[in-house]
């Protein structure tokens, strides 16, 4: 059987974190996996996450199995983080899921149970590993437009006259913010307009939320998503803690469905339950608990938020200053984009041939897409990073 197995294609961003481990260089640069770094290139603890861990760890008295879709109260907590009061309770339906991928990945493993035929529109660029998933279950794919090369923007336009041939019950991926490769994210008002659009098609969003407080803030990141939960009838939800409680290797996330109806909850949390089971029985909880004590311990709470607003923040000024750095480099304003994206990544429009010669001649390490993790910087590496761009001739 084994030796039917074709080598399958390496992720590229997994690829690049391994080449970038085996780089011998001592002033090598990393800008490639979305991983969250302090000034001095530590992915630390977040400081609720120790408290949290400590108190756990003194007061836990058990470790036996959880509910298959997690504990109630997990769900609870995430949907108030995420949803705040933006639609009723007893509509949303909620499972843990071993991280956001696992979120995506359930999520889609429920569209294909309730409509097998439907289509999953992703936008063009997107997260490589979401065409991936969708193409291993075999279901149908098609692309909307969604980021403007020539301004680094979102292509609007293009984005709502490619969803006009959207068919009733297709699925439209949408990023809740923090738009993954490109950092370009929708305003508040074509929120609005995107959730028109798809309430008149009758199609279904399925929002992949991964970086909520990495953009605006914690409400200003769900905005959009909050927006179209209250406006649309049937709403998925995948949500990850990965990046803004940093807990990358607890596989925690979340995966929100939202009823028409509180009558059809119990069909539906059922149904994420059943998933769950047939692909991993109970998801991972430690990571899940930690969140859970942390929004619900209004210290605990309190000092998360005051962090993850520092890490938030520190990117907002690493995105000034490599902007201001390039205007002066370049004597141009065309990297003035850098300081409007938000989250961790910005597509800067490099060739492949330009992120490679980074990579050879300067040890800086990006996507082969020119996506940057802005994190991966500190105030020292900025100046550095905006000569090799100038230099490269992006
Ligand atoms: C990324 O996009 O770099 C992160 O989401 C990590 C991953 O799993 O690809």
Redesign the pocket.
Known sequence: MLETLKPQPA?K??ALMQAFREDPRADKIDL????YKDAEGRTPVMRAVKAAEKKLWEEEQTKSYTGLAGDPAYGEAMRGLILGDAVAADRVSAAATPG??GAIRQGLELIRLAAPGAKVWLSAPT???HPSIVRYLGMEMAEYRYFDEASRGVDFLGMIGDLQAIAEGDVVLLHGCCH??TGANLTLEQWGQVADLLAAKKAIPFIDI?YQGFGDGLDADAAGTRLIAARLPEVLIAASC?KNFGIYRERTGILMAIAPEAGMKPVTQGTLAFLNRQNYSFPPDHGARLVTMILNDPGLRADWMAELEEVRTGMLALRKQLADELRQRSNSDRFDFIAHHRGM?SRIGASPEQVEAMRRDNGIYMVGDSRM?IAGLNAKTVPILAQAIVDAGV
Do not use: M, R
């Not at 490639?32 to 991983?35: K, L, N």
């Open positions: 992720d961003i997994l490639g996996v979305g991983v956001g991928t997260w490589p590993n993954n490769p991964a990965s990544f993790n």
